[in-house]
């Protein structure tokens, strides 16, 4: 188990896999439809449901294409085939609470088997037997899923929360051993998702803008909107990134596994969420910037940005990549510049928002300067 891995781990992402993450995240771009239309705690509860067992598939398929190497023509075939089941349950996302939740329920259980299925084709054997023990765990969640699909209303949210709950559970009664990570592929793989979801922010703004004269004030609207999201970019993508891949390659693989769970599963989802939030109350920004917004659009905003910055200081505590005092206390004082969005408009908490991720960069960027 030791040796054995090192002669077949993959050191890159593939074009196949940037592709099915392209696919992917088509899922996040229809969550922040959901949260745009229902700014609400219905709409942010739906979102959370549908968000948890996405994202734990999508790790699966992070953690398989980690193991198993899509070269063969069955195997890619495999893999489109999931890239369309991804393809239709995001295609029921807007109205998954309604008349389109069994649809989702069948994709998802679709995107399930076909990551079991492919997973069995790992070459280390330790890696097979361990996705045969977890894959019922993962069916179970699946028809649950199903289930909830089908009966609707009241049912539908307690199934589909009791099914992501337990699929996060899983880790900690199943464990992670026999599974095995190339943290090279593993990082990489995470911070390409990372990446376009970021760039949904930015589409986000060209949706509320595309009905817009282009004059001086869309061009001031759309600066700070990207300025916002070239912050959520430097905090993940100025070395975290980097030190994240080293972090791990420094652990004993059973602890990588573990680590790999909670740093890249459990705590990017707050990141994820944050950003669903922060679109979907982008395109409402760019197309009234001046308008105030109600509570709920401005604290969707605000706490996107808390969420975001929440998960990435649980991130780098995990993998010891860097103290988050000043990430902490941003998240913080977002919830703060709330009232802003309320009293004045979406324009002045996004420039707001923007002065603060600046300032916390700047405080990293001047202690490590003083350190080194």
Do not use: K
Not at 100 to 111: E, Q, S
Not at 175 to 198: C, D, K, N, Q, W
Not at 301 to 327: H, K, M, N, S, T
């Amino acid at each position: 188990m030791a040796t054995a891995p090192d002669t077949h781990q993959p050191e890159r992402v593939t074009t196949l896999e940037l592709f099915f993450d392209l696919v992917f995240v088509f899922t996040l771009t229809q969550l922040t439809t959901v949260l745009f239309e229902a700014p609400n705690g219905r709409g942010l509860l739906r979102v959370v449901e549908m968000l948890g067992v996405i994202w734990w598939m999508y790790g699966g398929y992070a953690w398989m294409t980690n193991a198993v190497n899509a070269n063969t023509t069955l195997r890619r075939l495999v893999l489109f085939a999931a890239m369309g089941a991804y393809f239709v349950l995001a295609l029921s996302i807007p109205n998954a609470f309604g008349g389109t939740g069994l649809a989702f329920g069948i994709a998802y259980l679709c995107v399930v088997v076909m990551h079991s299925a492919l997973f069995t084709q790992a070459n280390v054997a330790s890696v097979v037997r361990a996705i045969l023990t977890l894959a019922p765990f993962n069916l179970f969640a699946a028809l649950v899923v199903v289930t909830g699909g089908a009966l609707g209303g009241t049912a539908q949210y307690v199934l589909w929360g009791a099914a992501g709950l337990f699929e996060w559970l899983t880790p900690l009664f199943r464990g992670t051993s026999g599974f095995l990570i190339a943290p090279a592929h593993f990082v990489e793989r995470h911070g390409l998702v990372v990446i376009v979801a970021i760039g949904e922010s930015v589409v986000a703004i060209g949706f509320g803008a595309s009905q817009l004269p282009v004059d001086g004030s869309l061009v001031a609207v759309a600066g700070v909107g990207l300025a916002l999201s070239a912050c959520l970019w430097w905090l993940y993508f100025g070395g975290d990134d980097e030190r994240a891949e080293h972090a791990l390659t420094a652990l004993p693989q059973l602890e990588r596994a573990q680590a790999s769970v909670r740093a890249f599963g459990y705590w990017h989802m707050p990141m994820l969420l944050g950003i669903i939030a922060i679109a979907a109350v982008a395109r409402e920004a760019t197309a009234h910037p001046f308008s105030s917004l109600t509570w709920a659009r401005a604290a969707i905003l605000g706490g996107g940005v808390a969420a975001y910055l929440a998960g990435d200081v649980a991130f780098r505590a995990e993998l010891g990549i860097g103290r988050g005092r000043w990430r902490a206390g941003g998240a913080l004082l977002s919830l703060f510049v709330i009232p802003v969005g309320v009293a004045v408009s979406p324009f002045a908490e996004t420039a707001v928002l923007v002065a603060l991720l600046l300032a916390v960069i700047l405080a990293e960027a001047t202690r490590e300067r003083v350190i080194g």
